[in-house]
């Protein structure tokens, strides 16, 4: 959302009002409330653009699309992160299964979940919801 590649926390919205006044309602409930969009609806499940996908929360730098794959999952996703620490990835046991959630670093918003059944050379699946994503189809990695 912001174009500042050096927005701190500080300046991130500091409650949840702020947060739905920034967000649609969609980036809001994923985003915000670890929610998933459903599968194959998502605007980056089929795109082979090139450029590097922020989070859509802080416009942080987190998939570079060369690392971007086509899973079969329904949703976008990558073999890994542009940086070690653009991500943090934090035990999930919702829903009554064990999963590793994927939030961004910056922000701390809900990206999605990560897999150990991706391609070479990580075999990572990184399965992101396209409403937490922004592509900026001129950055490059």
């Known amino acids: 959302m912001t174009d500042d590649p050096d927005i701190t926390s500080n300046s991130l919205p500091q409650s949840e009002d702020e947060w739905k006044s920034k967000l649609t309602p969609?980036?809001?409930q994923v985003l915000r409330q670890a929610g998933t969009e459903p599968a194959?609806?998502?605007?980056?499940?089929?795109t082979h653009d090139d450029g590097m996908y922020h989070c859509a929360a802080c416009d942080a730098p987190l998939f570079?699309?060369?690392?971007?794959?086509e899973s079969g999952s329904g949703?976008?996703?990558?073999?890994?992160?542009?940086e070690p620490d653009s991500v943090e990835l934090i035990e999930d046991a919702s829903h009554g299964?064990?999963?590793?959630?994927?939030?961004c670093a910056?922000?701390?918003?809900?990206?999605?979940?990560?897999?150990?059944d991706g391609p070479r050379p990580t075999g990572d699946r990184f399965c992101m919801?396209?409403?937490s994503l922004a592509l900026h189809p001129d950055a490059v990695g």
């Open 40 to 46: 194959f609806t998502g605007e980056y499940v089929n």
């Open 26 to 28: 969609e980036q809001y």
């Open 106 to 116: 910056r922000c701390h918003s809900h990206l999605g979940h990560v897999f150990n």
């Open 129 to 131: 919801n396209s409403v």
């Open 64 to 69: 570079r699309s060369e690392t971007k794959f």
């Open 97 to 103: 299964m064990r999963r590793v959630e994927v939030r």
């Open 75 to 82: 949703w976008p996703s990558f073999y890994e992160a542009a």
